[in-house]
């Protein structure tokens, strides 16, 4: 069992920055696929990015790519999102999940999720 906890949220211009942060708990944490999420007002959830249990892996949806950073750090069981020139189109809740794996954009396989947290890019 895994609980993820999200922060960092707010609201921030377009062009500005934001760390998001998932604090999980369980032992078990650096054994899981950890990914973002993000679903704006209206839209489906959409795939942001994901990292493997070491940390070696990432992926990143098209629309993010080169613009945000994922990291985590399994000795403190938090999982990071750092976010660069935003833009008012990624203003979503964004939300951190845990799978077992393989490495997926889908949200269907990821079991553990946290409760999102508000992100406003305005222009």
């Not at 707010?10 to 500005?16: D, F, I, K, S, Y």
């Not at 054994?31 to 070491?54: C, D, H, T």
């Not at 750090?73 to 020139?85: E, I, P, W």
Request: with cysteine; glycine share 10%.
């Amino acid at each position: 069992q895994v609980q993820l906890v999200e922060s960092g949220g707010g609201l921030v211009q377009a062009g500005g920055s934001l760390r998001l942060s998932c604090a999980a708990s369980g032992r078990t944490f650096s054994s899981y696929v950890m990914a973002w999420f993000r679903q704006a007002p209206g839209k489906e959830r959409e795939f942001v990015s994901l990292i493997n249990w070491s940390g070696s892996n990432t992926y990143y949806a098209d629309s993010v790519k080169d613009r945000f950073t994922v990291s985590r750090d399994n000795a403190k069981n938090t999982v990071y999102l750092q976010m660069s020139s935003l833009k008012p189109e990624d203003t979503a809740v964004y939300y951190c999940a845990a799978g077992a794996g393989p490495h997926s954009d889908y949200a269907t396989d990821y079991h553990y999720w946290g409760q999102g947290t508000q992100v406003t890019v305005s222009s």
